[in-house]
């Protein structure tokens, strides 16, 4: 059950765009896990960018770098 959260800045994406954009992250996460379409999920957290440390980066980015299998190219 691959379950993808993404956390960006916020974006003026409309529901098609949102919607394409979840088919793509689907379409790779179904390539790469073999799984099925049913069993994939993705959400979409808009974070302000003065809320990015603590919301993200504090909790979720630096704890965790040495399990992250892309490290962002930034530090906090």
């Keep these: 059950m691959p379950h993808v959260d993404i956390k960006c800045f916020p974006r003026d994406l409309n529901d098609e765009q949102k919607s394409a954009l ?11 896990f073999n799984s099925k379409d049913s069993s ?15 919301q993200v980066w504090d909790t979720e980015i630096g704890p965790n770098l040495d399990e992250l299998i892309k490290k962002p190219g930034y530090s906090m």
């Design 22 to 32: 979840a088919a793509d992250i689907a379409e790779v996460i179904i390539r790469h």
């Design 40 to 54: 994939v999920s993705v959400a979409l957290n808009q974070v302000q960018q003065e809320d990015w440390k603590a």
